[in-house]
Protein backbone atom coordinates (compact mmCIF):
# COMPACT_ATOMS: atom_id res chain seq x y z
CA UNK A 1 0.00 0.00 0.00
CA UNK A 2 0.91 3.95 0.07
CA UNK A 3 3.34 4.88 2.56
CA UNK A 4 4.93 8.37 3.16
CA UNK A 5 8.45 8.15 5.35
CA UNK A 6 9.31 11.91 7.25
CA UNK A 7 12.47 12.59 9.32
CA UNK A 8 11.53 12.23 12.55
CA UNK A 9 11.57 14.91 15.03
CA UNK A 10 11.58 17.35 16.72
CA UNK A 11 14.05 19.45 14.65
CA UNK A 12 15.21 22.11 16.16
CA UNK A 13 16.77 25.34 14.54
CA UNK A 14 18.03 29.01 15.12
CA UNK A 15 16.39 31.74 13.39
CA UNK A 16 17.22 32.75 9.71
CA UNK A 17 18.49 29.15 9.55
CA UNK A 18 17.96 26.65 6.45
CA UNK A 19 15.63 24.42 6.94
CA UNK A 20 14.96 20.85 5.17
CA UNK A 21 12.02 18.33 6.34
CA UNK A 22 12.73 15.14 4.00
CA UNK A 23 10.29 13.39 3.09
CA UNK A 24 10.09 9.92 0.68
CA UNK A 25 6.74 8.08 -0.46
CA UNK A 26 5.81 4.74 -1.99
CA UNK A 27 2.66 4.38 -4.00
CA UNK A 28 1.02 3.47 -7.36
CA UNK A 29 0.72 5.15 -10.31
CA UNK A 30 1.05 8.95 -10.27
CA UNK A 31 0.58 10.50 -6.59
CA UNK A 32 -0.36 14.15 -6.10
CA UNK A 33 2.23 15.40 -3.04
CA UNK A 34 1.33 17.72 -0.39
CA UNK A 35 2.79 19.23 2.78
CA UNK A 36 0.27 20.45 5.47
CA UNK A 37 1.43 22.43 8.56
CA UNK A 38 -0.60 22.45 12.08
CA UNK A 39 -0.09 25.34 14.17
CA UNK A 40 -0.81 24.78 17.66
CA UNK A 41 -4.50 24.45 18.86
CA UNK A 42 -5.38 24.86 14.90
CA UNK A 43 -6.21 21.69 12.01
CA UNK A 44 -3.97 21.02 9.59
CA UNK A 45 -3.67 23.86 7.14
CA UNK A 46 -2.02 23.12 3.02
CA UNK A 47 1.00 24.79 2.78
CA UNK A 48 1.99 23.63 -0.88
CA UNK A 49 1.52 20.82 -3.10
CA UNK A 50 2.38 18.97 -6.50
CA UNK A 51 0.77 16.76 -8.77
CA UNK A 52 3.10 15.92 -11.44
CA UNK A 53 7.04 14.98 -11.75
CA UNK A 54 9.15 18.17 -11.90
CA UNK A 55 6.74 20.18 -10.56
CA UNK A 56 7.55 22.67 -7.73
CA UNK A 57 4.98 23.71 -4.82
CA UNK A 58 5.57 27.21 -3.36
CA UNK A 59 4.03 29.21 -0.43
CA UNK A 60 5.48 31.62 2.06
CA UNK A 61 8.98 31.15 1.51
CA UNK A 62 8.52 27.10 1.37
CA UNK A 63 9.41 24.81 -1.30
CA UNK A 64 9.25 21.48 -2.83
CA UNK A 65 9.76 19.95 -6.02
CA UNK A 66 8.17 16.76 -6.62
CA UNK A 67 11.35 14.51 -7.20
CA UNK A 68 9.50 11.10 -9.21
CA UNK A 69 13.22 9.74 -9.86
CA UNK A 70 13.88 9.44 -6.11
CA UNK A 71 10.00 9.45 -5.03
CA UNK A 72 10.75 12.10 -3.01
CA UNK A 73 9.44 15.71 -1.85
CA UNK A 74 11.66 17.63 0.22
CA UNK A 75 10.04 20.83 2.47
CA UNK A 76 13.03 23.65 2.00
CA UNK A 77 13.09 27.26 3.40
CA UNK A 78 16.10 29.19 2.57
CA UNK A 79 15.39 31.21 6.35
CA UNK A 80 13.03 30.51 8.73
CA UNK A 81 11.20 32.29 11.41
CA UNK A 82 10.08 32.34 14.73
CA UNK A 83 6.95 32.16 13.40
CA UNK A 84 7.31 28.66 11.38
CA UNK A 85 7.55 26.88 14.37
CA UNK A 86 4.69 23.97 14.14
CA UNK A 87 4.16 20.39 13.27
CA UNK A 88 4.75 19.43 9.19
CA UNK A 89 3.20 16.40 7.74
CA UNK A 90 3.95 15.57 4.34
CA UNK A 91 1.12 13.80 2.54
CA UNK A 92 -0.39 12.00 -0.90
CA UNK A 93 -2.95 10.89 -2.77
CA UNK A 94 -3.01 8.54 -5.28
CA UNK A 95 -6.48 9.11 -6.47
CA UNK A 96 -5.98 11.62 -8.97
CA UNK A 97 -6.98 15.22 -8.37
CA UNK A 98 -5.92 18.04 -6.50
CA UNK A 99 -6.69 16.65 -2.83
CA UNK A 100 -10.57 16.27 -2.36
CA UNK A 101 -9.25 12.37 -1.86
CA UNK A 102 -8.25 10.51 1.22
CA UNK A 103 -4.52 11.21 1.92
CA UNK A 104 -1.78 9.18 3.59
CA UNK A 105 0.40 10.77 6.03
CA UNK A 106 3.64 10.58 7.33
CA UNK A 107 4.19 10.54 10.77
CA UNK A 108 4.79 14.62 11.21
CA UNK A 109 7.86 16.39 12.05
CA UNK A 110 7.91 19.14 14.75
CA UNK A 111 9.98 22.19 13.93
CA UNK A 112 11.31 24.07 16.92
CA UNK A 113 13.04 27.39 15.81
CA UNK A 114 14.49 29.68 18.40
CA UNK A 115 15.07 33.13 18.60
CA UNK B 1 -10.75 31.00 4.03
CA UNK B 2 -12.94 27.79 4.27
CA UNK B 3 -12.85 27.09 8.59
CA UNK B 4 -14.24 23.62 9.49
CA UNK B 5 -15.04 23.14 13.04
CA UNK B 6 -15.22 20.21 15.73
CA UNK B 7 -17.47 19.49 18.75
CA UNK B 8 -16.23 19.04 21.27
CA UNK B 9 -12.91 19.37 21.23
CA UNK B 10 -11.88 17.13 23.79
CA UNK B 11 -14.36 14.22 25.42
CA UNK B 12 -13.83 11.73 28.17
CA UNK B 13 -15.99 8.99 28.62
CA UNK B 14 -16.69 5.95 30.33
CA UNK B 15 -15.77 2.31 28.89
CA UNK B 16 -18.85 0.98 27.29
CA UNK B 17 -20.87 4.40 26.10
CA UNK B 18 -21.02 5.68 23.21
CA UNK B 19 -19.46 9.31 22.28
CA UNK B 20 -20.39 11.45 19.16
CA UNK B 21 -18.39 13.55 18.03
CA UNK B 22 -19.48 16.56 14.90
CA UNK B 23 -17.85 18.08 12.37
CA UNK B 24 -18.83 21.09 10.69
CA UNK B 25 -17.80 23.09 7.20
CA UNK B 26 -18.91 26.77 8.38
CA UNK B 27 -18.70 28.61 5.19
CA UNK B 28 -19.03 26.27 2.64
CA UNK B 29 -20.95 23.22 1.18
CA UNK B 30 -19.22 19.80 1.44
CA UNK B 31 -19.95 17.18 -0.60
CA UNK B 32 -17.27 15.45 1.03
CA UNK B 33 -15.95 14.45 4.35
CA UNK B 34 -13.22 12.44 5.72
CA UNK B 35 -12.68 11.14 9.39
CA UNK B 36 -9.08 10.78 10.40
CA UNK B 37 -7.89 8.92 13.68
CA UNK B 38 -4.65 9.71 14.80
CA UNK B 39 -2.21 7.85 17.62
CA UNK B 40 0.15 9.89 19.55
CA UNK B 41 3.57 10.36 17.51
CA UNK B 42 1.83 8.65 14.43
CA UNK B 43 0.32 9.68 11.22
CA UNK B 44 -2.82 10.53 10.73
CA UNK B 45 -4.82 7.83 9.20
CA UNK B 46 -7.83 7.85 6.99
CA UNK B 47 -10.90 6.00 8.84
CA UNK B 48 -13.73 6.97 6.40
CA UNK B 49 -14.80 8.89 3.39
CA UNK B 50 -18.48 10.07 3.45
CA UNK B 51 -20.68 11.73 0.99
CA UNK B 52 -23.88 13.63 1.71
CA UNK B 53 -26.67 11.57 1.61
CA UNK B 54 -24.81 8.52 1.03
CA UNK B 55 -23.19 5.71 3.39
CA UNK B 56 -19.72 6.09 4.13
CA UNK B 57 -16.73 4.26 2.46
CA UNK B 58 -14.80 2.76 4.91
CA UNK B 59 -11.12 1.74 4.83
CA UNK B 60 -10.12 -1.38 5.05
CA UNK B 61 -9.41 -2.73 9.39
CA UNK B 62 -11.98 -0.15 10.30
CA UNK B 63 -15.44 -1.39 11.66
CA UNK B 64 -18.37 0.02 10.63
CA UNK B 65 -20.46 -0.60 13.21
CA UNK B 66 -17.79 0.81 15.62
CA UNK B 67 -17.48 3.77 13.93
CA UNK B 68 -20.78 4.88 12.86
CA UNK B 69 -20.66 7.97 10.43
CA UNK B 70 -23.51 10.09 9.30
CA UNK B 71 -23.62 13.15 6.78
CA UNK B 72 -26.82 14.14 6.91
CA UNK B 73 -26.11 17.42 5.24
CA UNK B 74 -23.82 19.61 3.28
CA UNK B 75 -22.52 21.17 6.22
CA UNK B 76 -22.39 18.09 8.74
CA UNK B 77 -20.84 14.74 9.34
CA UNK B 78 -21.28 13.18 12.82
CA UNK B 79 -18.28 10.67 13.65
CA UNK B 80 -20.26 8.01 16.48
CA UNK B 81 -17.85 5.89 18.51
CA UNK B 82 -19.84 3.09 20.10
CA UNK B 83 -19.54 0.93 23.19
CA UNK B 84 -16.29 2.66 23.73
CA UNK B 85 -12.47 1.02 24.79
CA UNK B 86 -9.87 2.43 26.33
CA UNK B 87 -8.71 1.08 22.98
CA UNK B 88 -10.18 3.54 21.11
CA UNK B 89 -8.73 6.70 23.12
CA UNK B 90 -7.01 8.53 20.25
CA UNK B 91 -7.49 12.16 18.28
CA UNK B 92 -9.83 12.23 15.80
CA UNK B 93 -9.81 15.12 12.74
CA UNK B 94 -12.31 15.75 9.93
CA UNK B 95 -11.77 17.26 7.00
CA UNK B 96 -14.38 18.65 4.08
CA UNK B 97 -14.14 19.53 0.55
CA UNK B 98 -16.39 21.38 -1.33
CA UNK B 99 -15.76 19.33 -4.75
CA UNK B 100 -13.14 17.14 -6.47
CA UNK B 101 -10.76 19.89 -7.46
CA UNK B 102 -10.23 21.75 -4.40
CA UNK B 103 -8.03 21.00 -1.43
CA UNK B 104 -8.97 19.47 2.58
CA UNK B 105 -10.42 21.42 4.74
CA UNK B 106 -9.23 20.06 8.68
CA UNK B 107 -11.30 20.72 11.78
CA UNK B 108 -8.93 21.07 14.44
CA UNK B 109 -9.78 17.29 15.95
CA UNK B 110 -11.30 16.14 19.33
CA UNK B 111 -9.50 14.07 21.75
CA UNK B 112 -11.33 11.07 22.50
CA UNK B 113 -10.41 9.89 26.26
CA UNK B 114 -12.02 6.21 27.33
CA UNK B 115 -11.77 5.55 30.86
Known amino acids: GDSVTQMEGPVTLSEEAFLTINCTYTATGYPSLFWYVQYPGEGLQLLLKATKADDKGSNKGFEATYRKETTSFHLEKGSVQVSDSAVYFCALSDRGGGGADGLTFGKGTHLIIQP | GAVVSQHPSWVICKSGTSVKIECRSL??????MFWYRQFPKQSLMLMAT?????????EQGVEKDKFLINHASLTLSTLTVTSAHPEDSSFYICSATPGQLNEQFFGPGTRLTVL
Open chain 2, 27 to 32: DFQATT
Open chain 2, 50 to 58: SNEGSKATY
